[in-house]
């Protein structure tokens, strides 16, 4: 996930917040906080401690209507002069003293081929494929990945250089070092376990996973649409309390990775897995709530997400979808400031959720009828951002009510 891990609150409420922050070692010291236009304040988390937040506690220590969110910031937060030797630094060192060890000198060009972001999944380390590009470091070999893993505490490290096009969205990841590519990964006090080589871990979705985990599923039945190795199904399972979820996933490594989450949580015996494609899912009248994680669309199955719920009480339908706002021409306004444009394009983005938004009520509510013969009324109970992936193309969730009328 691009950006910087930022609690947004408001600025009234800012300093107490970054008070209980930093009393949990949450807080990323080596960063400012960040002052928005619209009043708020953006706190820096560190990456490691997004997915232990307790949101639900932190939002009850500002008034109800105030702004507590968990965002990812794609503005500059300027790191404190007084910053200390950090992981990275260390890293730097460690190899500039391998290469010359090796009779090669350490220059700018090096320097910045090093890794600077990475992801931890327990003792692994997962770099991206924009490091270690140039030659030279070919001729370390195996020094290199002892030299790194050292330099960044680690015991095995991994490399993933894109996403797979077969379909199941898999990782293309090779094992630097370390025998085994299987890791553990804590979430909101979920236990993940998956091979890294096989299958993803997203954590951009976490303020998605912890509004899910505040739901109250008691005596619910939930399908999960998109379950990879659970998410989502998780979070339904062992914080939402659903009584049983139908988890379906085509990917065989993620429905084995699920299979194991189910066991590790102990939450196995409420849960159905459907291994194979959604499309022909043998399932119909059983949900009070569908899930329908996929992006950019999870349109292809809105008619499954419809003959699942429940004919005679209905349900609600969790859509996500990556909604693109279309660009706005400032141009030709020369004198408008920043902070104004910034204003204005977060209120223009919210429109365009919005028309998406009725759109889709519309069209769920034709699909209901088509497939029950009888009416329904639908309900937009709330739209939620997830993360955006550009200036104007936003993860988004929407929470659709639909009830037999």
Request: proline share 4%; with cysteine; charged share 20%.
């Amino acid at each position: 996930m691009d950006g910087v891990p930022c609690l947004r609150v408001p600025q009234c409420h800012a300093q107490q917040l970054r008070k209980r922050l930093q009393a949990q070692a949450a807080l990323d010291l080596s960063l400012c906080l960040l002052k928005e236009s619209d009043g708020t304040v953006l706190l820096p988390i560190l990456h490691s401690c997004v997915s232990q937040l307790d949101l639900q506690f932190l939002r009850a220590m500002v008034a109800s209507e105030s702004t507590c969110e968990i965002v990812w910031s794609q503005s500059s937060l300027h790191a404190k002069k007084e910053r200390g030797r950090t992981s990275g630094d260390k890293l730097e060192k460690i190899l500039q003293q391998l290469l010359e060890s090796n009779g090669e000198r350490w220059t700018e060009e090096l320097r910045r081929d090093i890794p600077h972001n990475f992801q931890w999944h327990g003792d692994l380390v997962l770099l991206g494929d924009n490091c270690f590009s140039l030659p030279l470091w070919q001729k370390m070999n195996q020094q290199l990945w002892i030299a790194v893993a050292r330099g960044l505490g680690a015991k095995r490290l991994a490399r993933m250089s894109r996403i797979s096009t077969d379909g199941f969205r898999s990782p293309v990841v090779t094992m630097l070092l370390g025998k085994h590519s299987w890791v553990k990964h804590v979430d909101n006090g979920i236990r993940y376990e998956f091979d890294v080589t096989k299958c993803m871990f997203s954590a951009g979705n976490i303020t998605e996973k912890l509004r899910v985990a505040g739901f109250d599923c008691r005596g619910e039945t939930v399908v999960d649409l998109f379950a990879g190795i659970g998410y989502f199904t998780l979070p339904y399972l062992v914080h939402a309390r659903a009584t049983h979820v139908h988890a379906c996933e085509w990917n065989p490594d993620a429905v084995e990775a699920l299979q194991k989450n189910l066991v590790a949580n102990g939450v196995f015996d409420r849960c159905t897995i459907h291994p194979g494609d959604n499309q022909q899912l043998q399932l119909c009248d059983v949900a009070d709530r569908v899930n329908l994680g996929l992006i950019p669309s999870s349109e292809d199955s809105w008619p499954i997400a419809c003959r699942l719920l429940k004919k005679t009480t209905g349900g609600i339908l969790h859509i996500h979808q990556n909604v693109t706002s279309p660009l706005s021409n400032t141009a030709a306004i020369p004198a408008i400031s920043d902070a104004t444009q910034r204003v204005s394009g977060k209120k223009a983005d919210r429109e365009v959720w919005q028309a998406w938004a009725d759109d889709t009520a519309n069209r769920i509510t034709s699909l209901l009828k088509d497939i029950t013969g009888a009416s329904w009324m639908t309900n937009i109970q709330h739209i939620e951002c997830v993360k955006s992936y550009a200036p104007h193309i936003h993860h988004v969730v929407l929470d659709l009510e639909c009830r037999p009328s």
